[in-house]
């Protein structure tokens, strides 16, 4: 390690000729994982269209029941949080160790805001009996309702799984950032960790408006 | 052999901070458009507004957010082939059911390769085939 500036130095792996090299098999290897995160939840999608085009009234009555206010709430934390995460990789390339710290804990805080109005939605649709399958207990005119809030806690339910473990991911990110593991030799981890941040946040541009904006 | 690793030039490209700001106010304009427009009856163009400002926004995290604007070519067809087979998934799930009850005007009867599938009788017929193909 760097005495002066608390850089600790990168060596690329044996397996490796060049860093480069190992940074492009690091995207190949993110983004072929982001591709299966693609079509995990495209299933989800599929199911969405089926159903919507079944009991299209239906849909309409159930987004009635979500916050639309939260929704965007929730939008707003979380495209902030892809624009912080880009700003703590530019940090790094910048070798600005402690802006790229705390541009991850500003990620980390908007991610954990997201989880929060989550935690709020959820409570007040089990208060509701606003439930999938069987333990719909609430009330609505459309019989078929309990469909929607299967897919509504389906698909919030695996992006909110996605959001915790970036969080993971977003704890992970700082420990090495304050140990001066990255610079601007050395960021692989950053920015892969910023494409999946990217992807569940693209999952949410879909997500917020197919679900509480219809009309 | 370490000082042969930092010679070789870096694939790393920064984003021009202008890029980044400015994906960031218009994806959260377009989000906040996306909601007021859905507070207006605007018939069937609603869904179309809707999903018109849900690609652009979703075009705008992939080029400048992810970077695809300056990414290699292979891997941009890469991610994108993601979409190119849920697309497949959702075009014949989607046409399976919009024309599954469709009529063939010819036949006067609906549409299906079921009919040609000859039902099997239930009860013991069934079991003794199970058997035989066993």
Known sequence: MDS???????????????????FEAAKLGTLVFLVTEVLFFGGLFVGYAILRMMYPAMFVEAASH???????LNTIFLITSAFTMIMSVRSAQLNKRQACFYFLLITFLLAACFMGV????????????????????GEGVAETLPLFFGLYFAM???????????????IWLMIRT???????????????????????????IFLFPLLYLIR | MQTQHEEVPHPH????????VGTLISLLVLAVTNVIISQFDLGIYNIVIMFGII??????????FMGFRWERGFHIMMFLSGFVFLFIFLSFTLS??????????????????KNLVKPLPAGGEHSERTEHSE
């Open chain 1, 4 to 22: 002066a500036t608390g850089i600790k130095q990168h060596h690329v792996a044996h397996h490796f000729s060049s860093s480069a090299q190992e």
């Open chain 2, 55 to 64: 690609l652009v926004m979703a075009t705008l995290d992939m080029l400048f």
């Open chain 1, 66 to 72: 979500l916050s639309w206010q939260l929704g965007l």
């Open chain 2, 96 to 113: 399976d059911i919009m024309y599954r009850n469709a009529t063939d005007p010819y036949k006067m009867q609906p549409y299906g390769i």
């Open chain 1, 156 to 170: 919030t339910g695996l992006h909110g799984i996605h959001i915790i473990v970036g969080m993971g991911l977003l």
């Open chain 1, 118 to 137: 989550k935690a709020i939605e959820y409570a007040q649709k089990f208060e509701h009996g606003l439930l999938p399958a069987m333990w719909f207990s």
């Open chain 1, 178 to 204: 304050r140990r001066g593991e990255f610079y601007s030799g050395y960021f692989t981890p950053l920015e892969m960790v910023g494409l999946y941040w990217h992807v569940v946040d693209l999952v949410w």
């Open chain 2, 13 to 20: 490209f920064m984003i021009p901070l202008k890029y980044t």
